[in-house]
């Protein structure tokens, strides 16, 4: 056990947070700058999957209620007790399974995922719930091909590949995916890239017309809509920036 897993099971966890909190928490890049700029007209409600106490993709959106979850225990006490009554968090190891009852909100107005795994699997059932607005963690790793990880209920991802890097979905197989539910890419969060190869979030809203569009660059446009050849399971995964490509890892090409 490590350092930063001791502190954990600490009050200076607790104390540290607290701290941060009174300072106003952010999101992990400028996502949170870019949701409260898309999240206008809508119902002011949100879900979000995977989280840390001071730092997740909805905390800027003031006057909100929101549904925080999260499977881990110590992650959930603290915004329970650092957060507006508002705002619910709920220790929960989402699956297909028990991701429906898990919610307790009908007119979700922002979704936000970020569970470095089954992303892909929890947006596609979700979907047909018709969020206004979503933000999702997406996989920059996987290039500009059209695929995700095939679903695993006990996905977790340093389990599957020592780098970490074997997670989620590509941009342009989550961007086909909304686009299916007429939900348009609308913007990319700018700092992930600038920590996490693999982890950089996208924004994606069902309706555009009312709202200043955040300025997309043509490469991430090319890159969401490189058309690619449908099949089953991939048996080889190159994780671009990793020192070793993750041999025999699959994907599902979407």
């Known amino acids: 056990m490590n350092i930063r897993q001791l502190l954990k099971k600490t009050p200076a966890r607790f104390l540290y947070h607290r ?12 996502e949170a700058q870019i949701l409260k700029r898309l999240a206008t007209g809508i119902p002011k409600t949100f879900v979000e999957f995977g989280f840390h106490p001071t730092e997740y993709n909805c905390i800027g959106l003031d006057e909100f209620t929101g549904l925080l979850i999260d499977g881990d ?12 009554k508002r705002i619910e968090a709920r220790q929960c190891f ?16 922002v979704l936000a995922i970020d569970v470095d795994g089954n992303d892909f699997w929890f947006l596609n059932a979700l979907l047909p719930m018709k969020p206004h ?15 995700t990880v095939p679903y695993d209920p006990n996905f977790e991802r340093h389990a599957k590949h020592p780098s970490g890097w074997y ?5 342009a197989a989550i961007t086909k995916l909304c686009n299916r539910h007429k939900m348009k890419l609308v913007a990319v969060a700018s700092g992930g890239a600038m920590r996490f190869l693999s982890q950089i979030i996208a924004l994606f809203r069902r309706s555009i017309r009312t709202v200043h569009i955040v300025k997309i660059s043509s490469a991430i446009v090319g890159l969401a809509q490189q058309p690619t050849n449908s099949g089953d ?12 490509p993750s041999e025999g890892a699959p994907v599902f090409v979407f």
């Open 73 to 84: 225990k110590e992650t959930v006490e603290l915004p329970n007790a650092l957060t507006a």
């Open 133 to 147: 607005v979503i933000s999702i963690e997406y996989n920059a790793s996987f290039g500009r091909r059209s695929i």
């Open 167 to 171: 997670h989620g979905a590509s941009l």
């Open 19 to 30: 701290t941060k909190s009174l300072f106003r928490g952010k999101g992990q890049s400028d």
């Open 233 to 244: 399971i991939l048996q080889v995964c190159h994780l671009r920036a990793s020192s070793k």
């Open 94 to 109: 989402l699956t297909l399974d028990n991701l429906s009852s898990a919610i307790n909100i009908e007119d979700i107005g």
